[in-house]
Structures are given as C-alpha cells and as structure tokens.
C-alpha cells in the first residue's frame, strides 16, 4: 500500500520559516519525481516545487529563492524549505508522487503566514 505522510505544516509569522517533510512508503522512492503543490482556499492546486530522480529541481516563479526542495533516497523522504513565507504563501501543501502513470498524493499539511 503506497503512502505519502506529510508533516512540518503551522502556523508562522511573515518572514519566517518553515521545513516540511514527505514521508513515503509502498513505493521504489529513488526512480519517482517527487513534488509539492499548495492548494489556498476557493483556489486551485498548484504546483510549488518538483525534483526529478536525478535530483534536478524545479520551482513556481513565486517561491524561488525562498523555498528549496530536497530528497534523501535513503529515507525515502522529501523535503521542502520554506524562508521568508509571505501570507499569500498559506494553503494546505500536498505532497506527490509520479513515475509515469502511477500518480500518489498525501493528504496535505496546513501552513499558515499570519502575524
């Protein structure tokens, strides 16, 4: 049985920081693209970041800079760290999992930017 477990969602101030964590399992983690996508209220889901099996990375032009993604294939588990989040930055992250048609999702952790 495939799952995503992600973890590392709150509540943070503007200008702060934040490191979410994709745990997977059921699945060969090392030949998957791995990807984070953000969903805000009354708007569609979007894609954040991606990382490729050879680790090449990719990023939506609004977080670049201040948002990294990573994967550690021994862990089987991928990263995203979030610096200087912005309120527009709060929605609830998905974590995914794609190797051709196989497409797995987790069931998301909240992040919210407030002061």
């Known amino acids: 049985q495939v799952q995503l477990v992600e973890s590392g969602g709150g509540l943070v101030q503007p200008g702060g920081s934040l490191r979410l964590s994709c745990a997977a399992s059921?699945?060969?983690?090392?030949?998957?693209?791995m990807g984070w996508y953000r969903q805000a209220p009354g708007k569609e889901r979007e894609l954040v970041a991606a990382?490729?099996?050879?680790?090449?990375?990719s990023y939506k032009d609004s977080v670049k800079g201040r948002f990294t993604i990573a994967r550690d294939n021994a862990e089987n588990t991928v990263y995203l760290q979030m610096n200087s989040l912005k309120p527009e930055d709060t929605a609830v992250y998905y974590c995914?999992?794609?190797?051709?048609?196989?497409?797995?999702w987790g069931k998301g952790t909240r992040v919210t930017v407030s002061s």
């Open positions: 059921g699945i060969d983690f090392s030949i998957y693209t």
């Open positions: 995914n999992a794609r190797y051709f048609q196989d497409d797995y």
């Open positions: 990382i490729t099996l050879n680790h090449r990375d």
